[in-house]
């Protein structure tokens, strides 16, 4: 994919850091799969939920090992269908996460849950996989899994994967109700409800940036400000007002919420009748921000 090609265009430095957001949004989403899905055997579709039920229907199978061979299957079924390039970076994600897994069950074995407040353990089971695949969606990767059924439904069919995926995760839930009670599964629904929201949330937060127009009596001391002491540039246009009639010039820029507090403390010192308006924004691209 053109995102994965990207990649070799890096710097060592930015590659650096590439990978080490990968490998913690990896190791967080594996955290959360070994230290609250599986001891409670919440199993909310993926990967992760199919290896809990496998490893329940056969005892000498742990979840870790039950994820190399669920996704192994899965990255074979990727290079038949999709190629070695398509499949790129969601082939490393893939064993991975799985890796992460098994070397968390060797060190810190989970034989019962921390807590016995099942809906604490659940919001748990749900926040940091969630946290740790937004982590990692927003470095251009994916945990691999069932995103890889996805790929190839997208390229071969044109059923509504959102829909499609969240069927199979459905009845994956349903399953592990079958399997471990009707308690169990409707938590495995609930969970499912609740991280198709939150992986976008968190998403959100993380590109969190703060769009902010300014019309000031002094344009030209905000302008310097906005370049020497926050190290932004801004777009500077000519406005009319329409009351006043008279001519303005307005700034905007994007900015850090740090930023927009500093921005906004300097113009309550140098203009405090200046307009000011501040809109969140979750996708900025362009120099100095995300890539197209």
Same mark, same amino acid.
């Given at each position: 994919m053109e995102q994965n090609a990207l990649k070799f265009k890096m710097t060592r430095a930015e590659f650096a850091r590439w990978a080490l957001l990968l490998n913690l949004g990896l190791a967080i989403s594996a955290a959360g799969i070994h230290f609250f899905k599986t001891p409670n055997r919440f199993a909310m579709g993926g990967t992760s939920g199919i290896s809990i039920l496998l490893s329940t229907l056969f005892p000498r199978l742990d979840v870790g090992g039950a994820m190399f061979i669920v996704n192994g299957a899965l990255v074979l079924l990727g290079l038949a269908f999709l190629g070695r390039r398509a499949m790129g970076v969601t082939i490393y994600s893939s064993f991975a996460i799985s890796a992460f897994v098994t070397v968390l069950e060797k060190l810190a074995p989970m034989p019962r849950p921390f807590t016995d407040d099942t809906l604490l353990e659940l919001l748990f089971a749900v926040i940091l996989p969630a946290a740790g695949s937004a982590i990692v969606f927003n470095v251009g990767a994916s945990t691999g899994g069932t995103d890889i059924v996805a790929m190839i439904l997208a390229k071969f069919t044109s059923? %509504?994967?959102?829909? @499609?995926?969240?069927?199979?995760?459905?009845?994956?839930?349903? /399953? @592990?109700?079958?399997?471990?009670?009707?308690?169990?599964?409707?938590?495995?629904?609930?969970?499912?409800?609740? =991280? /198709?929201?939150?992986?976008?949330?968190?998403? %959100?937060?993380?590109?969190?940036? =703060?769009?902010?127009?300014?019309?000031? @009596?002094?344009?030209? +001391?905000?302008?310097?400000?906005?370049?020497?002491?926050?190290?932004?540039? /801004?777009?500077?246009?000519?406005? =009319?007002? +329409?009351?006043?009639? =008279? %001519?303005?010039?307005?700034?905007?820029?994007?900015?850090?919420?740090?930023?927009?507090? @500093?921005?906004?403390?300097?113009l309550r010192r140098v203009d405090p009748k200046a307009f000011l308006t501040i809109v969140n924004s979750s996708e900025i691209v362009g120099k100095g921000f995300r890539t197209l």
């Open positions: 059923l %509504e994967i959102g829909k @499609a995926l969240l069927v199979s995760d459905f009845l994956i839930a349903l /399953a @592990a109700g079958g399997l471990y009670g009707i308690k169990t599964g409707l938590y495995c629904v609930l969970g499912l409800l609740m =991280k /198709a929201f939150l992986v976008d949330s968190v998403i %959100e937060s993380l590109n969190l940036r =703060k769009v902010v127009t300014v019309v000031s @009596a002094d344009p030209e +001391a905000v302008k310097q400000f906005i370049l020497e002491a926050l190290n932004r540039s /801004a777009t500077v246009y000519t406005a =009319k007002g +329409a009351y006043t009639g =008279k %001519e303005e010039q307005v700034l905007t820029t994007v900015l850090t919420r740090r930023q927009t507090v @500093a921005l906004r403390n300097h």
